[in-house]
């Protein structure tokens, strides 16, 4: 039996018992006890009209006596009816409402309402686990790209917050215990359209846990997890986790190649941003020199390893170091908020310091203290909580790092443009000079705004019109789908970055290779050059237009009329000359007496 009707019947089964006999001996009492009629007759109530006496008497509304006037015993009789009715269906109405206060109950609803619009959900959709800073991002990021998403978390506050948030697709979010596995599946993690599942809470062995069960439950699904312990990776990566973050070693990797080759660094920033966001200046944190660390934890250590491979003279800060751990290289014992501890870490001759601890307050602290000693150095800040946001852009620190919002880039990334990721990956490869260079490109294209970043893969659901060629007729050249649909000798404001084919991916291709089914193209531009593309690779007659210059008429009317022009203008040739031959053929006058 259906739980909420299970527990409807359980707990309302002494009222509705209290209200059946009560009504079965009020109407057994108005059927035996005999009345009159009008001659003075006696008559007997029938069972249809005892019921529908008690029924409008129990209400309270009254009608009156039927079918005629009560005899002194009849009104008796009713007057006990009406006392043991009403107090029955007080009764009755309020453990009603108690009912439907009862958390169980509440629940129960919940979940079928919950369960109900994640399987009337049509299209493709992510399961995210954690609607903390992390989940919130991405969850905006997804539903602004028209992406589906259905949230899980154990904190009610922030499933309620979810629902205030005016996002662009409906998402369905339920509290639940995210390590349950039947909280996932009742969030869709079977269903076909389930397309991958994200565990982003804060606590790793969660993480692992979602982990583990989505591959067991639905091994086809993309498995994407945040995680901040080496020891939690591996085994997340042993049992086949596709994607595993981890915000501390992502940054230290930033932070490694911005101090080598900034460029690159600020063309990932360009091509990840937010859609609209203003171009942000590249960072230039000096390469060399001594660095200060304060905080030894998962972070500092992150940034140690990075930096030391690159020879960079380093000393650390560290409150607890019995916890911690030593690094190789000088130690400081101490919080690194006091002015005494930063200069026993030399930090008048340092040229940059990284303020890492998991205190929003200590760090803001270190960076004042650090900058009042020596205002030239370059400052690394993280910021553990988005609330302080204010505060630390008060600070002005050269860079700010959020751990929940660099997973949170990094997976929109993956999930919106995949192309993209790769991207980033291969052009790190790449020279700062070959970066600049591009930079110089992209900015030169877009002016003061990220440019937008689409992918375009050459198959029938992308691309159409290309699909629809004919069989002797090649694929057009990557220079091709650059031209404006609406003007073929004007180039769109686009740069094709990346072609991925089975042999491979190459990085700033040759406009003039031809294209080739399944390649998949990585394109960045100023905002409108993706729907002019959109629409050459969609529509037959913009491609026609855009490869040969003029779109004949398709479709089976327009054929057909074209045909019938023709004939007609056949036609009318053909008597045209048929009426000038007479004329050739005849003497000129004047020809015989010649």
Not at 397 to 403: E, K, V
Not at 409 to 423: A, D
Not at 428 to 438: K, P, Q, T
Request: proline letters at 5%.
């Amino acid at each position: 039996m259906d739980n909420i009707v299970f527990l409807i019947f359980r707990r309302m089964r002494a009222p509705l018992l209290a209200l059946l006999v009560t009504y079965a001996v009020t109407m057994a009492g108005l059927v035996v006890i005999p009345g009159e009629d009008a001659a003075g007759n006696p008559v007997h109530l029938g069972f249809f009209e005892a019921l529908y006496f008690i029924s409008y008497t129990a209400t309270t509304i009254g009608y009156g006596e039927i079918p005629h006037a009560f005899t002194g015993a009849q009104r008796i009789w009713v007057t006990f009816c009406i006392y043991a009715t009403v107090i029955v269906w007080l009764y009755s109405i309020g453990s009603l409402i108690a009912l439907l206060q009862d958390k169980t109950l509440q629940r129960a609803m919940q979940e079928r309402r919950f369960g109900s619009r994640v399987r009337n959900i049509p299209d493709p959709f992510y399961l995210i686990c954690g609607y903390g800073q992390t989940g919130s991002g991405l969850v905006r990021a997804l539903t602004d790209r028209g992406q589906r998403a259905v949230v899980l978390d154990s904190n009610a506050e922030r499933v309620s917050l979810l629902k205030l948030e005016s996002l662009r697709e409906y998402v369905p979010a339920l509290c639940a215990d995210v390590r349950h596995p039947d909280s996932l599946l009742l969030a869709g993690l079977r269903r076909p359209n389930c397309r991958g599942v994200l565990a982003l809470t804060s606590d790793n062995d969660v993480n692992l846990r979602i982990a583990l069960a989505a591959k067991l439950l639905h091994p086809g699904a993309t498995v994407i997890c945040r995680a901040d312990s080496h020891p939690v990776e591996a085994n997340m990566a042993s049992f086949g986790t596709d994607h595993i973050y981890d915000p501390f070693d992502t940054f230290a990797l930033y932070f490694a190649t911005a101090l080598q080759a900034p460029c690159l660094t600020l063309l990932s920033d360009w091509l990840g941003e937010l859609r609209g966001s203003a171009l942000q200046e590249a960072a230039h944190p000096p390469p060399y020199g001594l660095w200060v660390i304060c905080g030894y934890g998962r972070f500092g250590k992150a940034l140690y390893n990075h930096l030391k491979q690159q020879d960079i003279e380093l000393v650390v800060i560290e409150a607890h170091p019995e916890r911690t751990g030593k690094p190789d290289c000088t130690l400081v014992h101490g919080p690194g908020t006091e002015a005494d501890t930063l200069e026993q870490a030399e930090i008048h001759r340092a040229v940059g310091v990284i303020a890492g601890t998991d205190n929003d307050a200590n760090n803001l602290s270190i960076v004042m203290t650090a900058k009042a000693l020596n205002p030239g150095l370059f400052t690394v800040l993280r910021e553990n909580q988005l609330m302080n946001r204010e505060l630390f852009d008060a600070v002005d620190a050269d860079i700010i790092m959020h751990p929940s919002l660099i997973v949170a880039h990094r997976i929109r990334m993956l999930l919106g443009t995949p192309l993209l990721t790769e991207f980033v990956h291969d052009a790190r490869f790449e020279s700062d000079a070959w970066a600049c260079e591009l930079i110089d490109r992209i900015a030169a294209l877009v002016h003061d705004r990220v440019p937008d970043v689409w992918q375009v893969r050459i198959d029938a659901e992308d691309a159409y019109a290309l699909m629809r060629l004919r069989h002797d007729e090649p694929l057009p050249k990557i220079e091709d789908l650059l031209r404006d649909p609406r003007d073929r000798g004007c180039k769109l404001p686009a740069i094709v970055l990346m072609r991925s084919r089975e042999d491979g991916r190459t990085l700033l291709p040759d406009s003039s290779d031809r294209l080739r089914k399944g390649d998949e193209l990585l394109f960045c531009g100023r905002s409108g050059a993706r729907s002019s593309m959109l629409w050459t690779l969609q529509n037959v007659h913009a491609l026609t237009y855009v490869l040969h210059g003029a779109s004949p008429p398709r479709g089976i009317v327009w054929e057909w009329l074209l045909r019938l022009r023709r004939r007609r203008r056949e036609a009318r040739d053909g008597s045209a000359t048929s009426s000038e031959q007479p004329s050739r053929e005849a003497p000129v006058d004047g020809d015989d007496g010649a």
